[in-house]
């Protein structure tokens, strides 16, 4: 049976790419900002380009936070790209801006420290072993676009989700700073680079995150 997945439109994101690329992984596919369609949905996706406080203005303008907690705490699955994973975090700051996330998870979105940013083009990743996401493309490049990132880990285990688990980190290094390209934490994952840019992986990987939406 075919996943149905919200591409949640919220004013930010590379959104027909994005519901193109999760349409071509197998799922049937819906682009809006509804709440219920949102909540309905067997997946969610969440994209995200630009700035951290623009992307928070455009999600909390339709109550998008409520939307994603609301999945969580029902084990429902939500997939966040590039900014849409990084306002799952506590906050962010940029340009001297601090700007409140969604809370997810604790953890501060930051500048990356190194000679050359933003960190543009296709990188190597570093997955733990009981990946599901990246089942297959351990040894896969990824495309990456971005300034900022969480580039410090102390979450031990999320409480939102009832059966929670320690959360599968998966890191990145540019310019000899490390931070965070993806996790996996139940019903929630993330990945600071995009798949739907990543050819032949990132295909790869939105398959098997609509795998484990039907198999949610």
């Known amino acids: ?42 997946g969610l996706v969440v994209p995200g380009v630009g700035a951290f406080e623009a992307c928070m203005t455009g999600l909390r303008a339709i109550r998008g936070e409520r939307i994603i907690g609301r999945r969580l705490s029902g084990g429902r699955p939500v997939l966040g790209i590039c900014v849409g994973m990084q306002i799952l975090f506590e906050r962010g700051i940029e340009h001297g801006v601090e700007t409140e996330g969604c809370g997810e998870w604790p953890g501060v979105v930051e500048r990356i420290q190194a000679p050359i940013v933003p960190h543009m083009g296709w990188n190597t990743v570093e997955t733990p072993a009981e990946t599901r996401l990246f089942a297959g493309l351990e040894d896969e490049r990824f495309y990456f676009v971005h300034s900022y990132a969480v580039r410090d880990w102390s979450l031990i285990t999320n409480d939102r989700t009832p059966d929670s688990h320690q959360p599968l980190v998966t ?32 295909a790869s990987l939105l398959r098997n995150w609509v795998q484990s939406v039907k198999a949610a």
């Not at 994952?189 to 992986?201: C, L, N, V, W, Y």
């Open 1 to 42: 049976m075919t996943a149905k997945v919200v591409v949640l439109d919220y004013g930010s994101g590379n959104l027909r790419s994005a519901v193109r690329a999760v349409e071509r992984a197998g799922a049937e596919v819906e682009l809006t900002g509804d709440l219920d369609a949102a909540m309905e949905a067997e």
């Open 171 to 202: 890191w990145a290094e540019h310019g000899g700073d490390r931070f965070v390209a993806a996790v996996e934490n139940g019903p929630l994952s993330a990945t600071q680079f995009h798949p739907e840019k990543s050819g032949d992986a990132g």
